[in-house]
């Protein structure tokens, strides 16, 4: 079993649309998560980052985590062709010295539709 | 600020050759690390370093090699590139729980 799992999609919005991002983990290990837009070809841009149960909120972007069920979404409102883009989740560990091992889903591929 | 630079973008190697990925930094991040993204893999960690002098495994570091002599730098050597190596590379480094990835080298292996 994969420590952090994501539905590959793609799916597909129309524009304005909510869109609801979802991956499931299972080590109880990660310390927080991390959610990247990778758009194609080119590397992976952070997006937010969330430590604890409930939501964080940064612009049209929200990020939850639910640790009871070991689930971590991330909505996204207002959609617009421009987040059109593969998304992943990653799980996160320390390691001794300082930084951080992220461990990633898949990806899931949006397409936002005019 | 450039951020995180790889260098080449695109290669083409032949079974058994070598090469270096280059990655370099301008952030003054100590932790920097090497990630490959396969298709319906998602991005593995192969190497990670939390500063000059030091690197340790990740989880897939079989038939790589790095070494850092410098906060800036952190190279990928391949030694013997095998078919099994073609994949994207990207390199990344980060502060506190900002991680940054540079743009990715392409790499085909014949």
């Known amino acids: 079993q994969k420590e952090v799992e994501q539905d590959p999609g793609p799916l597909s919005v129309p524009e304005g649309a909510i869109v609801s991002l979802n991956c499931t983990y299972s080590?109880?290990?990660?310390?927080?998560f991390m959610w990247y837009r990778q758009y194609s070809r080119k590397g992976p841009e952070l997006l937010m980052y969330?430590?604890?149960?409930g939501n964080k909120e940064d612009g049209r972007f929200t990020a939850q985590v639910d640790k009871s069920s070991k689930y971590i979404s991330l909505f996204i409102r207002d959609s617009q062709p421009s987040d059109s883009a593969t998304y992943l989740c990653?799980?996160?560990?320390?390691?001794?010295?300082?930084?951080?091992?992220?461990?990633f889903g898949t990806g899931t591929q949006l397409k936002v539709e005019l | 600020n450039a951020g995180v630079t790889q260098t080449p973008k695109f290669q083409v190697l032949k079974t058994g050759q070598s090469m270096t990925l280059q990655c370099a930094q301008d952030?003054?991040?100590?932790?920097m690390s090497w990630y490959r993204q396969d298709p319906g893999m998602g991005l593995r960690l192969i190497h990670y370093?939390?500063?000059?002098?030091?690197?340790d495994q990740g989880e897939v570091p079989n038939g790589y090699n790095v070494s850092r002599s410098t906060t800036e730098d952190f190279p990928l050597r391949l030694l013997s590139a095998a078919p099994s190596q073609t994949s994207v590379y990207f390199c990344?480094?980060?502060?506190?729980?900002?991680?940054?990835f540079g743009p990715g080298t392409r790499l085909l292996v014949l």
């Open positions: 080590n109880s290990a990660f310390q927080y």
């Open positions: 952030m003054n991040h100590e932790y």
């Open positions: 370093s939390v500063g000059a002098g030091i690197t």
């Open positions: 969330t430590y604890s149960s």
């Open positions: 990344a480094s980060s502060r506190q729980e900002t991680q940054y």
């Open positions: 990653a799980g996160v560990r320390g390691v001794t010295g300082g930084g951080n091992k992220l461990t």
